[in-house]
């Protein structure tokens, strides 16, 4: 992956990240694990796109990828969250 590709992965699961907390607000970690964990689900999503045969093409494929990834991670994080 090339530094600019590197970076929109950021910046889009970033925005995915604040789009899957927002989808899943009982599950949400706040805003900035979210991000986090949006960043870390573009990889996800884009791993399993890639896997299925869909190529996640231009930025709203790659949005749609990565808001995917990040709220399966959210869900499967979720699931391991204590309640206080």
């Keep these: ?7 929109m992965t950021l910046v ?6 604040w789009l899957a907390g927002n989808i899943l607000k009982g599950r949400s ?3 900035l694990v979210n ?4 960043i870390v689900g573009a990889f996800i999503g884009n791993y399993a796109f890639g ?9 709203i494929g790659q949005l ?3 808001t995917i ?16």
């Design 1 to 7: 992956m090339e530094g600019i590709g590197l970076i």
């Design 12 to 17: 889009i699961g970033g925005i995915a990240g």
């Design 29 to 31: 970690f706040g805003l």
């Design 35 to 38: 991000i986090v964990l949006g």
């Design 51 to 59: 896997l299925v045969g869909i190529a996640a093409a231009g930025l």
């Design 64 to 66: 749609v990828a990565a």
């Design 69 to 84: 990834g990040a709220l399966i991670l959210l869900f499967v994080v979720g699931l391991f969250k204590k309640d206080a």
